[in-house]
T-cell receptor, first 116, second 116 residues
Framework: AQKVTQAQTEISVVEKEDVTLDCVYETRDTTYYLFWYKQPPSGELVFLIRRNSFDEQNEISGRYSWNFQKSTSSFNFTITASQVVDSAVYFCALSEASTGTYKYIFGTGTRLKVLA | EAGVVQSPRYKIIEKKQPVAFWCNPISGHNTLYWYRQNLGQGPELLIRYENEEAVDDSQLPKDRFSAERLKGVDSTLKIQPAELGDSAVYLC??????????????FGPGTRLTVT
């Protein structure tokens, strides 16, 4: 069965520190997609990245970077030089079609607090 | 471009009363999702539509929940009768996903339901 685990419930860092949010997933499918979403205090989830299972290249977007490792079933998210505006709940999600139709599973989220 | 619109933003009802939530997806998005998000948890999929068809309603409690997406655009989610445990944020999301392959979703602000 598919599953997404975000073991870090809450992380607090001081502004300008780097922080990595962990995501471990389980799936029996060979074709799947991984996502990260940000949910700021306003409540609206915002899409950050989508990665398919055949592309293990790391990605960098400004201060954000993602490390996808199929060998460890992980899709970790790093924020470099964190800022107060990065404070939010971050969700990792998986979609896969092992049951014939795509299923979307979200992790329980990691609350990031960036202190000034 | 307008985002996903949901109404109402907040709703307080007594248990056993009916309640309905409305969602207008991003123009051109064929896929629409309803999620329930409990406090401190990730979104849980209730139902997914591709155009007018409900392609995944396996997690929808069909004894009290119903949904419709007439004409493949707007959607309504209804609860009748509501129970105390239904208190949560109900999120609507949409995506352009013609192949049903798991594309990124765009979320509305949600409806916070409180059942007393």
């Amino acid at each position: 069965a598919q599953k997404v685990t975000q073991a870090q419930t809450e992380i607090s860092v001081v502004e300008k520190e780097d922080v990595t949010l962990d995501c471990v997933y389980e799936t029996r499918d060979t074709t799947y997609y991984l996502f990260w979403y940000k949910q700021p205090p306003s409540g609206e989830l915002v899409f950050l990245i989508r990665r398919n299972s055949f592309d293990e290249q790391n990605e960098i977007s400004g201060r954000y970077s993602w490390n996808f490792q199929k060998s460890t079933s992980s899709f970790n998210f790093t924020i470099t030089a964190s800022q107060v505006v990065d404070s939010a709940v971050y969700f990792c999600a998986l979609s896969e079609a092992s049951t014939g139709t795509y299923k979307y599973i979200f992790g329980t989220g990691t609350r990031l607090k960036v202190l000034a | 471009e307008a985002g996903v619109v949901q109404s109402p933003r907040y709703k307080i009802i007594e248990k056993k009363q009916p309640v309905a939530f409305w969602c207008n997806p991003i123009s051109g998005h064929n896929t629409l999702y309803w999620y329930r998000q409990n406090l401190g948890q990730g979104p849980e999929l209730l139902i997914r539509y591709e155009n007018e068809e409900a392609v995944d309603d396996s997690q929808l409690p069909k004894d009290r929940f119903s949904a419709e997406r007439l004409k493949g655009v707007d959607s309504t989610l209804k609860i009748q009768p509501a129970e105390l445990g239904d208190s949560a944020v109900y999120l609507c999301a949409s995506s352009f996903d013609p192949g049903g392959e798991g594309y990124e979703q765009y979320f509305g602000p949600g409806t916070r339901l409180t059942v007393t």
